[in-house]
């Protein structure tokens, strides 16, 4: 894989877009609107949906985004990506924030033999994309052009549910494939742990064909970043040439939840997806800040 020189932001200024700038909000962002996807462990698992400005369904078929909440497979909340899919939606996705099953250790040692916490999880996820591809006309919706991502075990979860074969909810649509146009990771949570169970292990399931992804790492995210990092070399030896990687220096694990880098991370990720083709224009995005540790990523300058 071609190696391209690092890009450095010693300082962002105020981005001069003449577009009118969106703040991204912090736990303030308000709700998207509420749809329940599936029944799983006894609960209603949903996502939050915000919709471009003037979007109509009728006329319309934009890419979807949905984005998977961390939490260590066992907690978390689907706000943590309000503000993403807030921001998004104002850009022209159809945008989701979704939450799933979540088990504590506990309550995962009463589930049938074979089933784990994380093999719980990542059949959600399936159901979850599954879910906006089988509602696609009623939503506005392209399911030739769903992106999906999330945080820590959200990204790990998104990643598996895309590309492992198995681990079907079978009351799920038959027919629908869970494969993506591309991928918003932040720091996902990636183990050399899950190896013990390969149905979890994203390295088996890596190809050349792994959809274009770009990724968020702090530098001292001493946990997780070992994982990402085997999984990255795995990619660059299958000649993968698509995943951009973007490292925060200094920062640990869940950097991206505060700013400056919730912006940072966001104006990143979004000039990823025009470079796909799946968003136009400029972000619109308004960040003010000097970085005293900057972003730094492979083969795009991003924030010029």
Request: aromatic share 10%; hydrophobic share 40%.
């Amino acid at each position: 894989m071609r190696r391209w020189p690092l890009f450095v932001l010693a300082v962002l200024l105020l981005l001069p877009f003449a577009a009118v700038h969106a703040a991204v909000a912090g736990d303030d962002t308000p709700p998207g609107r509420s749809y329940m996807y599936k029944h799983s462990g006894g609960n209603a698992q949903e996502m939050e949906i915000y919709f471009p400005p003037r979007h109509d369904p009728a006329k319309a078929r934009v890419p979807g985004l949905l984005l998977f909440h961390g939490g260590g497979w066992n907690g978390g909340h689907l706000s943590q990506f309000r503000a993403a899919a807030h921001y998004f939606a104002s850009r022209g996705l159809v945008s989701a924030t979704v939450n799933y099953r979540m088990l504590t250790k506990e309550a995962a040692k009463t589930l049938p033999p074979g089933e784990t916490r994380k093999r719980v999880c990542i059949t959600d996820a399936k159901s979850a994309i599954r879910w906006m591809k089988q509602h696609a006309a009623e939503l506005g919706v392209d399911p030739q052009r769903i992106i999906t991502g999330g945080g820590s075990a959200g990204g790990h979860i998104a990643v598996l549910a895309t590309i492992n074969g198995g681990l079907d909810d079978p009351s799920d649509p038959k027919g629908l494939a869970t494969n993506v146009v591309a991928y918003l990771l932040f720091n996902p949570a990636f183990s050399s742990d899950d190896s013990k169970d390969p149905q979890v292990d994203v390295l088996p399931y890596l190809e050349t064909g792994f959809a274009p992804a770009i990724v968020f790492f702090g530098t001292d995210d001493k946990t997780w970043k070992p994982g990402w990092d085997a999984a990255y070399a795995k990619l660059k030896r299958l000649g993968n040439t698509t995943t951009q990687l973007w490292l925060a220096e200094a920062e640990a694990h869940g950097f991206f939840n505060r700013q400056p880098w919730t912006a940072l991370t966001l104006i990143a990720a979004d000039r990823f997806l025009v470079s796909q083709g799946l968003l136009d224009g400029q972000p619109t995005l308004a960040a003010a800040a000097t970085v005293a540790r900057p972003l730094a990523g492979e083969g795009k300058a991003g924030f010029g």
